[in-house]
């Protein structure tokens, strides 16, 4: 019998659910630097946005408690709707079912907070009552300890939940650099959000390769000028 979970994630075979990421959920947020955090899932909806990957945004009690999705995330999915919902769980809200199955994949890549509440809940049952594989992107949730994020993954990955991380899935969409229709737009997620492997793409592009720099505008450089050694 072939395993569905050795198949890489395609643009063709995953789905994008991004739960709760919304203010008063990130400042409970310890298992992570929140601002790693906020900088990691844009990140990923931006990947999610160059590939084509259907997108499913759901919040809980928005107005009451928890605020408004990061304004960053929004404006990558303009005019995406907002599945607002009262359950911890999103599987109890039937919109967020009906949005999962009407874009007819299975697996199921999902970043949310907490890890150990909203994110748990859903993946057991999606998996248990959708027969949905799961993808747990780590580093574009967060749970309110590390304790709780890291036995919350150690639970999930015991029930069959993936493991994976948010740089992770943007180069298993990429797969290859001769995919020349993505290439531009994994490199400028890359140049703003991977860090030092930013750096050393915005390094080889003009040093190496002479690119003009990607800041706005010029600056002139002024050359040096020894003062006086007393």
Known sequence: MSNPKLEVLTPHNSQLIIIDHQPQM???????DRQTLKNNVVGLAKAAKAFGIPTIITTVETDSFSGKTYPEILDVFPGHPILERTSMNSWDDQKVRDALAANG???II??????????TTFALCAML?????????????????KDAHDFAMQRMVQAGVVPVTWQQVLLEWQRDWKNRDTYDAVMKIVTEHSGAYGMGVDYAYTMVHKAPARNQGSNEVLAPVPAPVR
Not at 110 to 119: D, F, H, I, R
């Open 26 to 32: 990130a400042f409970g947020v310890q298992s992570i």
């Open 105 to 107: 994949r299975k697996k």
């Open 110 to 119: 999902v970043a949310g907070l907490w890890t150990e509440v909203c994110n």
């Open 129 to 145: 009552e959708g027969d949905y594989e799961i993808y747990m992107v780590a580093d574009a949730s967060g749970g309110t300890s």
